[in-house]
C-alpha cells in the first residue's frame, strides 16, 4: 500500500518527501534514494528531527496508535492507512486526540472516493437505513 501511496504522491508537483521511516533501515534508506529525503527506524526520533508539513502513516494494522498519537500532539495532518486501529480503545484514542487537536486527517479506505460510493450516498439521502450486510473475504492484514 505504502508504495501506492509515494508514487501518488510523487506525480504532483508541489509535495516534497521529507523523511521515510521503517523498521528496515534498508527500505527507508531505499525509499529515500527514489523520493528523497532523511531515513530513520524510529518515528520518535523523526518527529524530533524533521519539520513535517503531513504525514502518511502506513503501518500494519498492529503497529497503529502511537505513531498517530505522536504526530497528531506535534499539530501534524495525518493521513492513515486502514484501519486506523484493532482496538476500538485504540481507534477512539486517535480518534478523539484528532478531534482535539482540529487536525486535517483522513483514513484510506479505497471505496470511498469511487463514484460508485458517491452514487449510493446520493441515492440514500434522505432515506432512514434499517439494516446493512456487509461481507469480507479474508484476514485482516498483519493480524489474522
Request: with cysteine; net charge negative.
Amino acid at each position: 500500500m505504502a508504495g501506492g501511496h509515494f508514487n501518488n504522491l510523487n506525480e504532483f508537483e508541489d509535495v516534497e518527501f521529507s523523511a521515510f521511516c521503517d523498521i528496515s533501515e534498508d527500505r527507508a534508506r531505499q525509499r529515500c534514494q527514489e523520493f528523497g529525503g532523511n531515513a530513520y527506524t524510529d518515528f520518535t526520533e523523526m518527529y524530533e528531527k524533521e519539520k513535517l508539513d503531513a504525514v502518511y502513516i502506513c503501518t500494519p494494522p498492529f503497529a497503529h496508535g502511537q505513531s498517530e498519537l505522536m504526530a497528531i500532539e506535534r499539530g501534524i495532518p495525518i493521513f492513515v492507512e486502514k484501519p486506523i486501529a484493532t482496538t476500538m480503545e485504540t481507534a477512539y484514542q486517535v480518534s478523539e486526540a484528532i478531534e482535539n487537536g482540529n487536525l486535517i486527517s483522513s483514513v484510506g479506505y479505497h471505496w470511498r472516493y469511487q463514484n460508485n460510493v458517491d452514487k449510493a450516498i446520493e441515492a440514500l439521502d434522505g432515506v432512514q437505513i434499517v439494516g446493512a450486510i456487509g461481507y469480507w473475504m479474508g484476514g485482516m492484514p498483519g493480524v489474522g
